[in-house]
């Protein structure tokens, strides 16, 4: 039987997750995946991390920030690499924070066809600038005057 190999160059590594070199030593600056170095300073990244660097893509496809993704992976105890039961808890959570997204996208979408053929762009009526007209919630009188809101509108 074939022993498992445990630790993959960048190269191996890249090929095996589909992306760029680059992208690793991206991911790595930023502190998502780690690797330990050879003597002669060369990566060397432990098969376990390849599961993440799936996980972070998977994530970035949805549309996860890598700041969320680093978090996410933050709660992972002892540093360890996400396992599937970690992966079914984080694609579960994602899910909720996607649909957040879409609900938002959606209002925003409604939103704009107040807009379509308008061109006003004022702070106080437009929705994009006023959803819900939220600056009537700071009160009554001359909010942008007292606040100093202003109004870009041209
Ligand atoms: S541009 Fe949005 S309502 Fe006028």
Request: proline share 11%.
């Given at each position: 039987m074939e022993k498992k190999k445990r630790f993959f160059t960048i190269g191996e590594a890249a090929k095996r997750c589909d992306v760029a070199t680059s992208t690793l030593r991206f991911y790595e600056s930023k502190g998502l995946i780690a690797s330990i170095r050879t003597h002669g300073n060369q990566r060397r990244y432990h098969a376990a991390t390849l599961r993440t660097i799936s996980v972070i893509r998977a994530a970035q496809k949805i549309g996860i920030s890598l700041e969320e993704i680093k978090d996410a992976l933050a709660t992972l105890p002892d540093n360890r690499q996400p396992n599937k039961k970690d992966w079914e808890r984080l694609s579960k959570q994602w899910a909720a924070t996607l649909d957040q997204k879409i609900n938002e996208m959606q209002r925003l979408r409604d939103n704009l066809d107040t807009c379509i053929g308008c061109g006003c762009l004022s702070l106080k009526?437009?929705?994009?600038?006023?959803?819900?007209?939220?600056?009537?919630?700071?009160?009554?009188?001359?909010r942008f005057l007292i606040e100093g809101f202003g109004d870009n509108a041209e």
């Open positions: 009526s437009c929705r994009i600038f006023n959803p819900n007209d939220e600056i009537a919630a700071h009160g009554e009188g001359p």
